[in-house]
């Protein structure tokens, strides 16, 4: 017989532990702990069952051992004798000892916790949508005694610094304008990335959040935004940090034009030359001859080469004077050994141009009262040229090369005829599109169409907007009068299903309160005129040259089976009633009523097999079906009460025109 395990030894109870015991093993006030766990990563878990009563926090005992190693354990502790210190000096009234204590206190980095957390530069970027919106809302935040001023400038500057780089590698896709905020969506190293911005109001901070909390995922993620900035701006052969222009920050209030992007010299030269002897002297250049750059070297001058054509000019130009005359590009075995990932294929390029070309050739002067740094950098990241009023300004207002100015005024006191106004929505809803909207549908002072969505699947969703099939129809490039009969037959349309709907609900009712043998006779009737054929019929049989009729539509044929089986089903009952029936039915008349009727009894059949299947389901599984069912009628049930809403608004429509039009 085996020795008995003691209680508490093995198992859960070792597994887990509570946060009291974790803070008495590891010396930390509850503060300190919970600062140190957003740092590293560490959240609680929650065991199966109850160990040590309820109401308790537990942890994984591991995760509390890999703490106890940490070396900001050492700095907390150091900071906690420094604020002894500091209250000891204000006792004594001694104001030098306390800055002096403050100047030399303990300060650390949180390099190695990033580089812990994040071992590829792909896992750092899956984590950058939390990093950006928090570090956005930062940067909206007055300054006060929870929040400096140095933390909301620090985190504006890093977000500025992120949709820099967006911008000059075309990278965003997606733009959505919401009472939250802008969301936008990048496409960065192969991850999708999404992250909100703020509207530029004062915030009103509500006295629920803890601002403490929140300050100490900012202080993490403003480290984990500089490794990630970094290593972005050193992928297309730029400097960082970027110098930020006092002048433009001045006068321009911020925004991406204050900040001044430079390429790097080395870096560039190594990418686009793959060879390392390209800082060496010329004539030693010459005399060796030059080694084929490896598989990585190979893969970073793919990338620079993926990048803007008049990006990769100017970084020709400027690497000019570092490159070897022998250097030669890669070949096609080591494309091949650099592994299939880095290989862009045609439609990847093509699309990345699409992006970068959107609004190449459009010179845009943004007015005052629009959202400056949104539209500017939608505009830059989509290829335009870009312009706000100041002295430091790309061009002024008066520019005869401008092209599109954006305001939000009904009126403008000076109008130039050569360029078009329009609101800020065509910048967003072109992008979006990728597509040059008409700039009629958004000058001043017109109702604006609706702002579609580009994160809902119109398809997944089961309805398609009607702003939608006008984009489909501009997009087929069909002339303008064509777009508005269409949008003048669908409107008919609308309120044609409207009105059908209120009269297939009378002929319910009608039928409803009919009887059988009414409706046997009216059967019986029908099927006796449907026998003979109109004289008008023979004449155009007779006019027509074909021998062969026109194919009938798939709607024909569903409706002579119908009337067929109808025909059929009365000839049935009048001959079981031993009364008279009309004209037979013909020998392709029947087989049809039998296709029919068997593919009546295949439905039921099938409905049949779906009953027993769901007989045969387990609880589990019913119960998940049933969720399902329920989720595809609710999802029905909104597209309906949406179309109902368009029938609705369709009614209403010529009405408010009218109106408007005897104001």
């Known amino acids: 017989m085996g020795r008995e395990k003691k209680k508490g030894t093995s198992g859960a109870a070792v597994s887990f532990i509570t946060r009291n015991a974790a803070l008495k093993k590891l010396q930390l006030s509850l503060g300190e702990f919970r600062r140190l766990c957003i740092l590293k990563g560490i959240f609680p878990r929650d065991p199966k069952k109850t160990l040590r009563g309820k109401n308790k926090t537990y942890y994984f005992t591991k995760d509390i051992l890999f703490l106890s190693h940490d070396p900001l354990l050492q ?200 060879d390392p002897d390209a800082g060496a002297d010329s004539s030693d250049a010459q005399a060796t001859q030059p080694r084929r750059p490896n598989a990585s070297e190979a893969a970073s001058a793919r990338r620079i080469r993926t990048l803007d054509s008049q990006q990769l000019l100017l970084l020709d130009k400027r690497a000019d004077a570092d490159l070897p005359a022998a250097a030669a590009p890669a070949d096609d075995d080591d494309e091949a050994a650099a592994g299939p990932d880095d290989a862009f294929t045609e439609q990847q390029r093509q699309a990345a141009d699409s992006y970068s070309t959107l609004l190449r050739g459009c010179k845009i002067f943004l007015a005052r009262e629009v959202p400056q740094q949104a539209l500017s950098f939608v505009i830059q990241s989509f290829g335009g040229e870009v312009s706000l009023e100041g002295p430091a300004a790309a061009f002024a207002e008066n520019d005869p090369g401008i092209t599109h100015q954006v305001v939000d005024r009904n009126s403008q006191a000076h109008q130039y005829l050569s360029r078009a106004y329009v609101q800020p929505q065509w910048v967003f809803d072109s992008v979006n599109e990728l597509l040059r909207l008409p700039e009629q549908q958004y000058a001043p002072g017109v109702e604006l169409p609706p702002h579609l969505s580009p994160f809902v699947d119109d398809a997944q969703e089961g309805y398609t907007p009607l702003r939608r099939e006008q984009i489909e129809r501009i997009r087929q490039g069909l002339p303008e009068v064509v777009q508005q009969a269409i949008l003048q037959t669908e409107l008919g349309a609308a309120h044609g299903e409207t009105t059908a709907d209120a009269d297939d609900d009378d002929d319910e009712e009608n039928d409803d309160s009919d009887d059988e043998p009414a409706a046997l006779d009216s059967m019986t009737a029908a099927a006796a005129g449907d026998g003979a054929p109109a004289d008008g019929d023979d004449d155009a049989e007779s006019e027509n040259g074909d021998d062969e009729p026109p194919a009938p539509s798939s709607d024909d044929d569903n409706d002579a089976v119908d009337e067929l089986e109808a025909q059929y089903q009365a000839e049935l009952k009048a001959e079981m009633r031993g009364g008279s029936y009309g004209t037979p039915v013909s020998a392709k008349g029947r087989s049809m009523a039998r296709s029919a009727e068997k593919a009546k009894e295949d439905e039921r059949a099938q409905r049949d097999d779906s009953h027993l299947a769901k007989i045969m389901m387990t609880k589990k599984n019913k119960r998940l079906y049933y969720r399902m069912q329920h989720g595809i009628k609710q999802k029905q049930k909104k597209n309906d009460q949406l179309m109902k809403k368009r029938r609705e608004h369709a009614e209403q429509r010529p009405q408010s025109a009218a109106k408007k039009q005897k104001q």
């Open 75 to 274: 700095k907390f502790r150091e900071y906690r004798i420094l604020k002894k210190k500091v209250k000891r000096a204000q006792a004594k009234n001694d104001p030098d000892a306390v800055q002096r204590l403050r100047e030399h206190g303990p300060k650390y980095t949180l390099d190695h916790i990033v580089r812990e957390r994040y071992p590829r530069f792909v896992d750092a970027l899956q984590d950058v949508d939390d990093a950006l919106c928090m570090l956005h809302a930062f940067a909206r935040l007055p300054n006060s005694t929870k929040v400096k001023g140095t933390r909301a400038h620090n985190c504006d500057r890093l977000c500025r610094e992120f949709d820099a780089y967006v911008a000059r590698s075309h990278s965003l896709r997606k733009v959505f304008v919401s009472i939250k905020g802008v969301y936008f969506q990048a496409q960065v190293f192969g991850q999708t990335i999404t992250w909100l911005t703020p509207h530029r109001f004062h915030p009103q901070i509500p006295k629920d959040v803890d601002l403490k909390v929140m300050t100490h995922f900012s202080e993490f993620y403003e480290s984990m935004m500089k490794f990630v900035n970094n290593k972005l701006y050193n992928s297309i052969g730029l400097k960082y940090p970027p110098q930020l222009d006092a002048d433009r920050e001045s006068t321009l209030g911020g925004g991406l034009d204050a900040l001044l992007l430079q390429f790097d010299k080395a870096g560039a030269a190594g990418a686009l030359s793959a």
